[in-house]
């Protein structure tokens, strides 16, 4: 089974702790996005939210695909350091 950076990246941003006034412990942007939902938040905590859950996303994806093109890399140039060649 192969796991989706974008799979990832949405987690990671579901779990990445809110950065907001009055917190002072971990609370998960999607807990506060679940709670804002219940309690009807007015219509500008939604376009800062989606903002920022925008920005938070599109680095967690940045850094997941980062990643996943340095760990290629490196297998692509520990298969060819052993010397081997295919003629």
């Given amino acids: 089974m192969q ?3 974008w799979w990832l990246a949405i ?6 702790p809110w950065i ?6 971990y609370v998960p942007v999607g807990w506060v996005m679940f709670q804002a939902g219940t309690e009807d938040a ?3 905590f939604w ?3 989606a903002v920022a859950l925008g ?3 599109l680095a967690w994806l940045v850094l997941f695909s980062g ?5 290629a890399r490196r297998r ?3 298969g060819s350091s052993t010397g081997h060649t295919n003629r």
């Fill in 3 to 5: 796991t989706h950076r």
């Fill in 11 to 16: 987690i990671a941003t579901l779990l990445t």
């Fill in 20 to 25: 907001g006034p009055h917190i002072d412990q």
């Fill in 42 to 44: 007015d219509s500008g």
């Fill in 47 to 49: 376009v800062i939210a």
């Fill in 55 to 57: 920005v938070i996303y």
């Fill in 67 to 71: 990643l996943a093109a340095w760990l």
């Fill in 76 to 78: 692509r140039d520990r």
